[in-house]
C-alpha cells in the first residue's frame, strides 16, 4: 500500500503555519506562485477529515455514522464537536491574523 502524502501544515523547525507558495499542473507544465494560506479544513487531521467526508456522505446523520463505525452515539456527537471546536479555533486564529 502507498503511503499518502498529506500538506504540512506546521512548520518542521519552529512549528509556525505553513503556506502554499507554488501549485504545478503535472498535464500542461503551468506554475502558480505566490503565498497563499491553507484553509481550516485542510489543517485538520488527516482521520478529522474522514470523518467530515463521511459525514456529508451519511447526511450529516450521527445516528447512520455512530452504526456505520460501531461506536455509541453519544460518542459520535463528541467526535464531531471536537472537530467543530477544533475548526472555530482555526477560523478565529485565521481572521486575527
Known sequence: MAIKKTLPTKCPSCGGNT?????????????IT?????????QLSAEEQTFI??????SGSLKQMASDMGLSYPTV???LDDIINKLTK???HEQTI
Not at 53 to 58: D, E, H, I, P
Open 53 to 58: 467526508s463521511n459525514f456529508v456522505k451519511c
Open 34 to 42: 505566490g503565498a497563499y494560506d491553507i484553509p481550516p479544513i485542510m
Open 77 to 79: 456527537r463528541n467526535l
Open 90 to 92: 482555526l477560523e478565529n
Open 19 to 31: 503556506q502554499v507558495h507554488s501549485l504545478h499542473c503535472n498535464d500542461c507544465g503551468t506554475t
